[in-house]
């Protein structure tokens, strides 16, 4: 839909006439992580994308410097449990001066930041290991304040050492509350910090440049951002459900690359040669590649390692399961492969209800983003990954079944492809505007779908929480207006902006590439083998334009107001787009060219009535809204005590009563109750059990019933042409 965003960017010039920042200020006991030319290139390229064609038009000033100045403090320490007050005092002379830095590509300043703030995290750590074997008293009246985020930063080094003692206990004092074998609890506390020096040890400047470029971002608006080479990686499997590898989710196990499981059908299932539990200790390019060993990596650099382009090789030494360190590894070579991850794509149930005697049957569709697989798409694969893809499928499937209504899903669906949200909503309507988008120059687009085929002409309704966002709104509100529909759920999240992802790489000359291959001693071509399928510089995606609903109305910080509300097991004062500062407006524009198909304003007040006097006799809601107030009432707790006796009498409390509520909401349900110490059931049972536990959406799928029993339908959708 929105043009491909041209820019050309001259930074060859820049880069070879830029003064060198001043030398940076060693932190002893820190790391002493610095920056690199290309990160200072990167900084330079998205300060000067942001400032030219942000939406929002912000100038890059000292209000702004002292935005980010606050979100990355608070990005590093938003508790204040490490820095001294004395150390965010020294850190002030910055707080005008990182606009300057950001125009120049000086990174020092951030990085000097962050490398205090490292110091102080390894010494309160370091500390923590020295008290572990210290008595503690746990019949004192004492409490641990573990939510300081709005108290002063800490004044003085034995006022901070007397909050890391207090933690200690406390950390103490949970293993202790499990288990009687304090020497045992000790060790595991032992293992657990030594395990956060060993992972604040392996932060990298890319970690502490992710960081800052986020605080910059954010402070600009809440959906631009930077994703830096593996983020980018993560992002486009995220909007594609695809990537190009060997079909195996990694996790880090005392320091190794650990196999937690295999996709059927992959590369390394088809391979034989792989199991759960084996430890991957290096890694190949090609069928002649040198090994690098990866024992001790952090896992996104080994899993980029791992990741590849499709048809390529890639040999793994393998430690299989319950060998020793000492044994001979085996050595698997595969060749990369494209992996689907059905997991994570859209999916169908069927749910039967009883209306005046009359069985209803009620396909759910749950749809977990917006995604597609944009190369595939572009390279005119035809069986590419897509949203409306899977879900036409689905739909083909419901009708076989004779499904009488189709509820789809949206709740946690926080968007993704705006050319999906505009297809999907193809299926259900003939054709017609689904959504407006104005760019930086005040132009309006009105995007349409203009296929007049329809997947589902029967009766739907669209089920959405407080985290359905962007395309999720697109969608919603578009079935909305068109009077498709019915919405039911919480107010949505509010995110009505598009961004534009900008890869780097394409933008970023070819004569600073070679520069920086030059100044790095290294050949570019030569590097990016090594990073599998991840790009050099990583990814920007940069707000551009902002939607509105086909209505006029803009989703941004209002989001889409459902027909039939539910009460927010979100706290909506917490999440969504009205809580952010940097956040643009609500607005209107002139509404588009459309006619409605329908209208539930006749029987929506029956439909509430029907849904509040189910509610009013029904438990489940009493047990919702329990849920509610007692996440209300714990966010607002920030300090436990650290006496044994009241902590265990709280807990035990706590414990039973939750058992009780679960095992009332399970028969109210018609589900067997668990009985105390009862061991977890199966996967598949226990997916079972929990769909028949979602009482929302349930729920959703019994209103949309009340409609179809209604004598008065009034939504009337043209079945499409054979």
Same mark, same amino acid.
């Given at each position: 839909m929105f043009k491909k965003l041209y820019v050309i960017l001259i930074l060859g010039s820049a880069l070879a006439c830029k003064a060198a920042p001043a030398k940076m200020i060693s932190v002893p006991g820190s790391n002493d992580v610095q920056p690199d030319e290309q990160q200072s290139v990167v900084c330079r390229t998205i300060t000067s994308f942001i400032s030219s064609?942000?939406?929002?038009?912000?100038?890059?000033?000292?209000?702004?410097?002292?935005?980010?100045?606050?979100?990355?403090?608070?990005?590093?320490?938003?508790?204040?449990?490490?820095?001294?007050?004395?150390?965010?005092?020294?850190?002030?002379? +910055?707080? =005008?001066?990182?606009?300057?830095?950001?125009?120049?590509?000086?990174?020092n300043d951030a990085f000097y930041i962050f490398n205090v703030y490292q110091k102080r995290y390894n010494e309160h750590v370091k500390y923590s290991l020295a008290q572990i074997d210290?008595?503690?008293? +746990?019949?004192?009246?004492? =409490?641990?304040?573990?939510?300081?985020?709005?108290?002063?930063?800490?004044?003085?080094?034995?006022?901070?050492? !007397?909050?890391?003692?207090?933690?200690?206990?406390?950390?103490?004092?949970?293993?202790?509350?499990a288990s009687a074998d304090m020497a045992k609890n000790k060790e595991t506390l032992r293992k657990r910090y030594e395990n956060l020096l060993s992972q604040s040890n392996k932060l990298s400047n890319q970690d502490v440049f992710q960081l800052f470029m986020d605080a910059f971002t954010n402070s600009i608006d809440p959906h631009t951002n930077y994703f830096n080479p593996s983020n980018a990686a993560n992002f486009n499997i995220d909007m594609s459900r695809s990537l190009e590898?060997?079909?195996?989710?990694?996790?880090?196990?005392?320091?190794?690359?650990?196999?937690?499981?295999?996709?059927p059908g992959g590369p390394a299932d088809k391979s034989k040669q792989i199991s759960i539990d084996d430890r991957i200790i290096g890694v190949a390019q090609g069928a002649d590649g040198e090994f690098t060993e990866v024992?001790?990596?952090?896992?996104?650099?080994?899993?980029?390692?791992?990741?590849?382009?499709?048809?390529?090789?890639?040999?793994?030494?393998?430690?299989? !399961?319950? %060998?020793?360190?000492?044994?001979?590894?085996?050595?698997?070579?595969?060749?990369? $492969?494209?992996?689907?991850?059905?997991?994570?794509?859209? !999916?169908?149930?069927?749910? =039967?209800?009883?209306?005046?005697? !009359?069985?209803?049957?009620i396909g759910i569709i749950s749809i977990p983003a917006f995604y597609v697989d944009f190369n595939a798409y572009k390279a005119g694969d035809a069986n590419y990954k897509s949203t409306t893809r899977d879900v036409r499928l689905i739909l083909d499937t419901l009708k076989k079944n004779n499904v009488d209504g189709v509820v789809i899903d949206l709740r946690e669906n926080g968007g993704g492809s705006l050319m999906e949200a505009i297809e999907l909503a193809g299926l259900f309507i003939k054709e017609g505007p689904v959504v407006q988008v104005r760019d930086t120059q005040n132009k309006i687009e009105v995007d349409q779908d203009e296929d007049p085929s329809i997947s589902w002409t029967g009766p739907m309704a669209v089920l959405v929480d407080r985290f359905s966002a962007s395309a999720s709104e697109i969608f919603s509100g578009a079935i909305q207006d068109y009077g498709r529909g019915l919405i039911i759920g919480t107010q949505t999240y509010g995110k009505g902006t598009v961004q534009s992802p900008i890869d780097l790489d394409k933008v970023i000359s070819p004569s600073v590439k070679n520069l920086l291959a030059s100044l790095a001693g290294k050949n570019t071509k030569s590097a990016a083998v090594g990073n599998g399928s991840q790009s050099q510089f990583g990814q920007l995606n940069l707000t551009i334009a902002k939607?509105?609903?086909?209505?006029?109305n803009a989703t941004q910080h209002k989001g889409v107001t459902p027909d039939i509300k539910f009460p927010s097991v979100i706290p909506m004062d917490k999440y969504g787009e009205d809580t952010e500062s940097s956040a643009l407006p609500f607005d209107m524009i002139n509404k588009s060219d459309y006619s409605t198909v329908g209208s539930f304003s006749n029987v929506l007040p029956q439909l509430n009535k029907l849904h509040d006097q189910r509610?009013? /006799?029904?438990?489940?809601?009493?047990?919702?809204?329990?849920?509610?107030?007692?996440?209300? %009432?714990?966010?607002?707790?920030?300090?436990? =005590?650290?006496?044994?006796?009241?902590?265990?009498?709280?807990?035990?409390?706590?414990?039973?009563? /939750?058992?009780?509520?679960?095992?009332k909401r399970r028969v109210a349900m018609g589900l067997q109750p668990l009985k105390?110490?009862?061991?977890?059931?199966?996967?598949?049972?226990?997916?079972? $059990?929990?769909?028949?536990?979602?009482?929302?959406?349930?729920?959703?799928?019994?209103?949309? /019933?009340?409609?179809i029993g209604m004598d008065n339908k009034v939504t009337n959708v043209p079945a499409p042409k054979q």
């Open positions: 064609y942000n939406y929002k038009k912000v100038e890059l000033n000292d209000s702004i410097s002292s935005l980010i100045f606050d979100r990355y403090l608070k990005a590093l320490d938003e508790n204040h449990n490490y820095l001294l007050a004395s150390d965010v005092k020294d850190f002030e002379k +910055y707080r =005008t001066v990182l606009d300057d830095d950001l125009k120049s590509g000086n990174l210290k008595p503690f008293d +746990y019949n004192q009246n004492e =409490t641990f304040t573990y939510d300081r985020d709005n108290l002063p930063w800490i004044a003085s080094q034995a006022d901070m050492d !007397k909050l890391w003692t207090q933690r200690v206990k406390y950390d103490l004092l949970n293993l202790k509350m590898g060997i079909g195996a989710s990694l996790n880090t196990e005392n320091e190794y690359v650990t196999i937690k499981s295999v996709v024992i001790g990596w952090r896992i996104d650099n080994a899993i980029a390692l791992i990741r590849g382009k499709k048809g390529t090789i890639v040999r793994l030494k393998i430690l299989p !399961k319950g %060998k020793s360190a000492s044994d001979k590894p085996k050595i698997v070579e595969m060749v990369r $492969e494209k992996i689907i991850l059905q997991d994570q794509s859209a !999916k169908k149930e069927i749910r =039967t209800y009883n209306n005046n005697g !009359k069985q209803v049957k939607f509105y609903r086909i209505s006029g509610m009013a /006799t029904n438990p489940n809601y009493k047990y919702l809204l329990d849920d509610i107030a007692d996440f209300k %009432k714990r966010d607002a707790e920030k300090s436990v =005590t650290l006496n044994e006796q009241s902590l265990k009498q709280q807990r035990d409390a706590d414990e039973a009563r /939750t058992f009780d509520r679960n095992n105390k110490g009862e061991t977890a059931k199966p996967a598949a049972v226990a997916k079972k $059990e929990a769909d028949d536990l979602d009482f929302l959406k349930i729920e959703a799928g019994q209103i949309l /019933t009340d409609y």
